[in-house]
């Protein structure tokens, strides 16, 4: 027996293999959809495992530091490093901000990241090119998606920093990419006020006659500078040695340093599920439409497909076709176009994908859960054209 | 020519019921025997096409006695439980237009019947090609449907009815798009096909052009047939 | 039965196309897809080590000139930027009753300059009375001895002499006391000239104003600055080198100084003195750092980029520091092993400023490892070194 199904492609395969392009173009945009969720969830799972900490140590009561501003002094790294089963501390400064560059405003996060010895928690755990920082102040490591060159100068704030590495997948959680610097700098870059401010700040405090006493000399002056000398950060991220449960000491210096800690567990829970919980939901909605709207469009193909054929269905029946041959050779053209159009659609999401801003991930879970879904639509969806071919009476094929 | 390829008795169609019911059919007899080809003739609403579609096995008869050569199919109930099996073995088609499947070339047009029948492709194409042969579009074996002229279509059509070696085939107005050279063609061929493979063929037909062609025709008038000698004119 | 043969065959060949881009954009663009890495060499390297410190201007002596006690500015004769020479005057304090002190104290020594004259003039009075009294005393004692007067006349006269002795030392203690008074005068006016100098403030050094902080009519505390005088030839920088990469810090580094004002030029200077005692607060080791020749137009407090030149090591086995990363918790490379990646612990020594950090132990020369990667490295993750990435 020859295959019906394959033969009608054939036939007529510009026509069908541009409906199935077309329908894969849609399936390429619900693949891609799906890719901007996982995307989402990877960029909060990579920034938590890039860090390199098992804990986070941030402020007491908030959510720090990526998902709430938290800030503490940079030295209770002291009271935590001596904590049984604490190998390394590092201190970590986050902040976003808008930096010029070649005229265009980008944003992107700083980070802080102590640079002392190579590999301090926080630090982005492999480059692209270039080298780590190695001098104490004024290198930057940036991700490629800042649009930033090797050696390139930048200008943060009130300094000039050259990038010295480049780096890959580091974005923040709204998917800013990070630009890594020494922790002093990034503490002069969240705590130094541009000059206006600091002017007017000053001024402000000469004006305070509770700071500007008649015959107390220099006290104007030690409050303006304590006033300019925050030594905070953001998070202390810890690194356990092995074998070490995370809860225990994250309970310990919850007890006992009055901070709140995260352990890695926790800190996905809060960027995977908290943060961008609503985000998620908009995606899904949006993901269900085009899968519904996928299936309609593909009942209907089919179904058009089917009608156009309503002689040669008729003719087939009335020589003696049975209506198994029939609804298969109906089912198999859907089934085509489904393939067709899941091949197109995962070749288009692979080929536009990476040009979006934010990081599209598209797994091969996904893909092949896609397929299923796209071909259980397919199915459905012939169903309807199968009920109508079947209703065709033979009769319609002789005349009057 | 003992047993005849068809052969009605009384055969009634009723369509709905109560005051609404008509009678298309209202007890038609016909004998027809192999080898023969017979004209049925009448005019619009005269009964034709629900007699074509009782032959065919496509409508239910309400009473009456239908025998294909020589089994009883009808008796007042279908005596058949596979009508589609039983069109695809039994009974040839040929139409109006030559309503091939467009999507299979000429020859899977053909084979396509004996597939349907259950044999296996390269026996099916074998007896395909010898029909395309007998029939003169040998040469078209491979071609499409679209590029294939209408007599060649209409040939074509006429190869695939033989293909599962029909007793019956019912050819509905075969030459009415035609002129009268291809027509006449056309009955020369059910003609010599008929005779080669000894098959009944029953042609519906108004075409005035092959009407005197028929030995024997069958009026049908207010769902009632009477048989006539035809011209049965050489072509 | 060509045609279709033919088109049989196109489309066979179109649809070998699609599955064949299909699976190149799914081989090369998903996680499927090898990892893309750079590799380099342990080789053996010179290293050159480099400090980096922020650093200020300051000036390594600074002088802040105010007076002794409180009291009102009268005077300021220098402003800001003035070159002044030591013992210049350079602002002077109100005296408000110093000069009266003094002139009171200038009389009273006149006065007791008086009194010691009429007391010298008392004295030499005494002195003739005492003298005619003895006398007269004498010559009665011979008398009686020869009896010509009366015992009483004798004793009288005697005892007049006494007195007259006895005044004469009062005469001569008066004339003393009156001395003392004329130098006691006499400092008392003295003190109040020095006190008047006191409110003339003058420059200790050859110098530069760099501050002039309170204007004439302005009241000081004592000890407050009017005028902050620096020697502008002391000017040096304070560099401030974060702990964790202060290892060598010594003086005598040579450095390179970029000032904040000429990022182009590069300085040559050196160490000069490194604190003992750091910054615990900022964990920052303090240098100071002097410039071979100081620029013009330097500012106090201007920034400045400090590099100092540790000794090079001259051969060590290095590899890129970028081919350093953590893996299961411990330090270490990747190395590639039949087109897989694979982790080994190395322990390392000090970094280069141009990227490079040596091995103490774990790697040998010649040993590939890999140095960026398009992916994080996970083991036996699949790897296609390339030249560079993107």
């Given amino acids: 027996m020859i295959n019906l199904a394959s033969r009608d492609v054939l036939h007529g395969w510009g026509k069908f293999l541009f409906t199935g392009i077309g329908l894969g173009l849609l399936i390429g945009a619900t693949l891609t959809m799906a890719g901007v969720f996982r995307g989402m969830v990877d960029d909060g799972q990579v920034l938590i495992d890039n860090s390199g900490a098992d804990l986070w140590v941030v402020q007491q009561g908030t959510l720090g530091p990526y998902a709430e501003p938290s800030s503490i002094r940079d030295d209770v790294w002291r009271g935590i490093v001596g904590i049984q089963g604490v190998a390394e501390t590092g201190n970590a400064a986050y902040l976003t901000i808008q930096m010029q560059q070649a005229g265009k405003d980008t944003r992107v996060m700083i980070v802080g990241i102590e640079v002392d010895r190579p590999n301090r928690p926080g630090a982005p755990p492999y480059l692209t090119s270039g080298r780590p920082i190695l001098q104490g102040h004024y290198e930057a490591i940036a991700d490629e998606k800042a649009g930033l060159r090797l050696g390139e100068r930048v200008r943060i704030r009130r300094h000039d920093y050259t990038v010295v590495g480049l780096t890959r997948r580091m974005v923040s959680s709204s998917g800013d990419p990070m630009i890594f610097v020494s922790l002093k700098d990034a503490q002069e870059i969240q705590f130094l006020k541009d000059n206006d401010a600091l002017v007017n700040e000053r001024a402000r405090t000469a004006t305070n006659p509770a700071f500007n006493r008649p015959g107390v000399p220099g006290l104007l002056e030690a409050a303006q500078a304590s006033a300019t000398q925050a030594r905070n950060v953001n998070a202390v991220l810890v690194r356990l040695a092995p074998g070490t449960d995370a809860d225990v000491v994250a309970g310990d210096i919850r007890r006992w340093n009055r901070l709140t800690a995260y352990t890695k567990a926790q800190m996905e829970d809060i960027l995977v599920a908290k943060l961008i919980a609503t985000s998620a939901k908009q995606i899904g909605m949006f993901l269900a439409i085009l899968a519904v709207v996928t299936a309609a469009i593909v009942a209907f193909i089919i179904y058009t497909m089917t009608l156009a054929k309503v002689r040669e269905i008729a003719v087939l029946k009335l020589i003696g076709a049975k209506n198994r041959t029939i609804a298969a050779m109906i089912l198999q053209q859907a089934m085509a176009l489904g393939v067709i159009g899941f091949l197109v659609g995962r070749m288009a999401a692979g080929l536009w994908g990476p040009a979006f801003p934010k990081y599209v991930l598209l797994l091969p879970q996904d893909a092949i859960g896609g397929f299923a879904i796209v071909l259980t639509i397919c199915a459905l969806a012939s169903s309807v054209a199968i009920r109508a071919a079947l209703a065709i009476d033979p009769a319609e094929a002789i005349g009057g | ?235 | 039965m060509k045609a279709p043969a033919k088109r049989t065959a196109i489309l066979s060949i179109l649809g070998a196309l699609f599955i064949a881009g299909f699976g190149w954009i799914v081989a090369t663009q998903g996680p499927l897809a090898p990892v893309a890495v750079t590799l380099a060499q342990a080789k053996e390297a010179r290293l050159e080590r480099r400090l980096f410190g922020i650093a200020t201007v300051e000036a390594r002596r600074s002088h802040a000139i105010g007076p002794t006690q409180a009291g009102r500015v009268a005077r300021v004769l220098v402003d800001q930027g003035d070159t002044v020479k030591a013992g210049q005057l350079l602002a002077e304090m109100e005296p408000v009753d110093l000069d009266a002190r003094f002139a009171a104290g200038a009389a009273a020594a006149a006065g007791a300059a008086q009194r010691v004259t009429s007391a010298e003039a008392a004295l030499a009075e005494a002195n003739s009375r005492a003298l005619l009294a003895k006398n007269s005393a004498d010559r009665y004692a011979d008398l009686r001895k020869k009896n010509f007067v009366s015992q009483e006349a004798a004793d009288a006269k005697a005892h007049e002499a006494a007195a007259a002795l006895a005044a004469r030392q009062a005469a001569s203690a008066a004339l003393a006391a009156a001395k003392d008074d004329v130098r006691r005068a006499q400092s008392e006016a003295a003190g109040a000239g020095q006190n008047r100098a006191n409110l003339r403030l003058v420059s200790p050094v050859n110098g530069i104003v760099t501050a002039r902080l309170a204007e004439p009519g302005s009241t000081v505390v004592a000890g407050q600055a009017v005028v902050q005088v620096i020697d502008p030839t002391s000017l040096w920088l304070r560099v401030r080198i974060d702990q964790g990469r202060s290892n060598g810090l010594a003086a005598g580094l040579p450095t390179e100084v970029i000032l904040r004002s000429r990022p182009d030029e590069k300085l040559p200077g050196r160490v000069e003195r490194v604190d003992w005692v750091g910054d615990a607060v900022t964990e920052e080791r303090i240098a100071n750092v002097v410039l071979d020749s100081v620029p013009d137009g330097l500012s106090i407090g201007e920034l400045a980029e400090v590099t100092l030149y540790l000794p090079a090591v001259d051969k060590a086995l290095a590899i890129p520091a970028a081919a350093l990363q953590r893996h299961g918790g411990r330090s270490g490379v990747w190395q590639p092993e039949n087109g897989r990646a694979s982790f080994k612990p190395i322990t390392v020594g000090a970094s280069s400023a141009d990227g490079l950090v040596e091995i103490r132990r774990g790697l040998a020369a010649g040993d590939a490892v890999i140095v960026h990667s398009s992916r994080l490295l996970a083991d036996n993750a699949r790897i296609r070194p390339v030249e560079s990435l993107k």
């Avoid at chain 2, 629900?50 to 009473?63: M, S």
């Avoid at chain 2, 040929?94 to 349907?116: C, G």
Wanted: glycine share 8%; proline share 5%.
């Fill in chain 2, 1 to 235: 020519m003992d047993t005849p390829a068809i052969k009605l008795t009384g055969l009634k169609k009723r369509y709905g019921t109560g005051d609404a019911a008509v009678d298309a059919l209202k007890g038609v007899d016909m004998t027809i025997w192999p080898g023969e080809v017979v004209g049925l003739v009448g005019p619009s609403g005269s009964g034709k096409s629900t007699l074509l579609k009782c032959l065919g096995a496509v409508i239910e008869p309400t009473a009456g006695h239908m025998e294909l050569a020589g089994e009883v199919i009808y008796d007042g109930v279908w005596k058949i439980s596979d009508l589609r099996a039983l069109r695809r073995d039994r009974i040839g088609f040929v139409f109006q237009a030559p309503y091939l499947i467009p999507f299979l070339d000429v020859t899977d047009n053909v084979a396509l019947l004996p597939m349907l029948a259950g044999r296996d492709n390269a026996a099916a194409r074998k007896r395909a090609l010898d029909l395309l042969t007998a029939l003169d579009v040998r040469h078209r074996a491979g071609a499409q449907v679209s590029q294939l002229s209408g007599g060649e279509q209409q040939r074509v059509a006429i190869a695939r009815s033989l293909a599962n070696h029909a007793p019956v085939i019912l050819a509905d107005e075969p030459t009415a798009p035609l002129d009268s050279e291809r027509a006449l063609a056309v009955v020369r061929i059910l003609n010599d096909m008929a005779q080669q493979y000894n098959t009944a063929i029953i042609v519906v037909t108004h075409d005035e052009k092959i009407i005197p062609t028929f030995k024997r025709i069958y009026h049908i008038r207010d769902g009632k047939t009477h048989e006539e000698a035809g011209e049965g004119r050489p072509i």
